[in-house]
């Protein structure tokens, strides 16, 4: 094919069907030879050169069979694994004004992803850029970077970059383009801040779309304290977005679950503290998702995580101290906070191990418990620790299980029946409470209003205080 190559002539599902081959060897970690790796190059530059002369176009026909669109997709898949193999390597030091003449011609390629992927109500960017060429393509460019080493963005990329915040208004693309983004501001922070107005246009009439596909991107990866500061105010302006205001299409990810989640991740890793304008913007303006995510978040990722515990705050330099004070913190604020947001609090109780001072846990429970309701999210963790909270503290577990199981003398709505634990921890809690002389009477009035309130769900209990009836 390197020695001739006529696209009348070549079938584009044969050549298809060889990148497929060649895909597949990748995948198989089978190796190639930097020779064998510079002929599919060559291959591909062939492709190029033709491409700048005359436009493939995609098949008018929906058809299986792969035309020259799906060969420029899967060029830029095999391009994407060759550049992660050859790295930094001289072969690729020796071709890489052939590999970027690539890339940029890829990034050229309109019909992949096309003005319909970003209609379609059942496509998120995520996933469109990964199956497109362009979205491939700036993964390439992506992985080129990293090859080009952790030196100042060269003048031949930066100007790419560019062209692709002037010129791309796909959401695959855009969205990839926030994705990655710490990889090109590490590499030329002035380069980079100066251009954040155009990556993100924020209340910039004409280019929401633009705005909401690269923030939804930038959201989707990993957090950076150097970044988290130099975005505060675009973090600023998303806290003040009205949800009703973001398009209406599918995404990867919940914007304010993702919102919330880097907030959380700021509070729990970062010099972010109750204090901050940002963290109080965050919770005075009302939003029931983000606030339920940032406590669940911080629990499920510091608590409630595989291996957690005081070895693993030590490594991660996450202060215990500091995430109990927000539990304090928001008990305690006058801001109005949504019922939902406490249910959060589920997650910071480890099942299986005190990761959190267990007295505390159940002091916080209580007005935690009230707060929200008496929803609490993941209970499991809660149900497994009843027995041990009724040894620790008999009287606040007792306040613990009625909200737990009661609101406003009904049965609480929040519960699923059959409820498995009242015939195990809490049952087993409820009969180390029923020691406590003091308590007897309270035991015996909760179970009685329980049977009478829910039958035979709760009538197991009575054995806990048998005597009694």
């Known amino acids: ?140 460019f992506v992985q080129f970077t990293y090859n080009d080493g952790n030196k100042t963005l060269s003048g031949d990329v930066k100007t790419l970059y560019e062209h692709v915040l002037d010129t791309d208004t796909s959401n695959a693309v855009r969205f990839t383009v926030g994705q990655f983004l710490a990889s090109f501001y590490f590499r030329d922070i002035p380069f980079i801040k100066g251009l954040l107005p155009k990556i993100f246009p924020m209340a910039t009439a004409g280019k929401e779309k633009l705005y909401f596909a690269t923030w939804e991107g930038y959201l989707s990866s990993s957090l950076y304290k150097e970044l988290f500061e130099e975005l505060r105010s675009y973090y600023e302006y998303a806290i003040k977005n009205d949800p009703t205001s973001y398009p209406d299409r599918k995404y990867f990810k919940d914007l304010d679950e993702t919102l919330a989640a880097h907030i959380a991740l700021a509070y729990a890793h970062f010099d972010f503290n109750n204090d901050d304008p940002l963290f109080d913007l965050f919770w005075k303006t009302p939003n029931e998702t983000r606030h339920y995510e940032f406590v669940s978040f911080i629990g499920r990722t510091c608590i409630t995580r595989s291996g957690a515990g005081d070895e693993w705050f030590a490594e991660n330099k996450v202060s215990k101290e500091k995430l109990l004070g927000f539990w304090d913190w928001i008990l305690a604020t006058d ?23 267990e007295a505390t846990i159940i002091k916080n429970l209580v007005p935690t418990l009230e707060k929200s309701e008496g929803e609490i999210d993941w209970d499991y963790g809660m149900t497994r620790r009843m027995k041990v909270f009724a040894e620790i503290d008999p009287t606040n577990t007792l306040e613990i ?48 209003l329980l049977i009478e309130k829910g039958s035979s769900v709760f009538w197991d209990l009575k054995d806990v205080i048998t005597d009694e009836l």
């Open 401 to 448: 299980i009625r909200h737990f199981l009661l609101l406003n003398g009904e049965l609480n709505t929040h519960r699923r029946v059959p409820l498995f634990s009242v015939d195990s921890e809490i049952k087993e809690a409820l009969g180390i409470i029923y020691k406590t002389d003091s308590l007897k009477p309270k035991v015996v009035e909760l179970i009685n």
């Open 1 to 140: 094919l390197n020695k001739f190559f006529d696209r009348e002539s070549i079938d584009p599902s044969y050549v298809y069907a060889i990148l497929r081959q060649v895909e597949d060897t990748f995948r198989a970690k089978e190796p190639f030879t930097p020779e064998q790796w510079l002929q599919i190059v060559s291959f591909f530059d062939l492709i190029r050169v033709s491409g700048e002369a005359m436009e493939f176009a995609p098949s008018d026909e929906k058809s299986y069979i792969a035309d020259w669109i799906t060969v420029h997709k899967s060029m830029a898949d095999v391009l994407l694994e060759i550049l992660a193999v050859m790295k930094d390597s001289q072969s690729f030091k020796d071709n890489r004004g052939k590999i970027l003449s690539i890339i940029r011609y890829l990034l050229t390629i309109k019909s992949s992803p096309d003005v319909d992927d970003d209609k379609r109500e059942s496509n998120e960017p995520a996933h469109v850029a990964i199956n497109s060429v362009r979205g491939q393509a700036y993964r390439a």
């Open 335 to 357: 801001i109005k906070i949504e019922p939902k947001a406490f249910s959060g609090f589920g997650f910071w109780i480890n099942p299986d191990k005190e990761v959190i001072a």
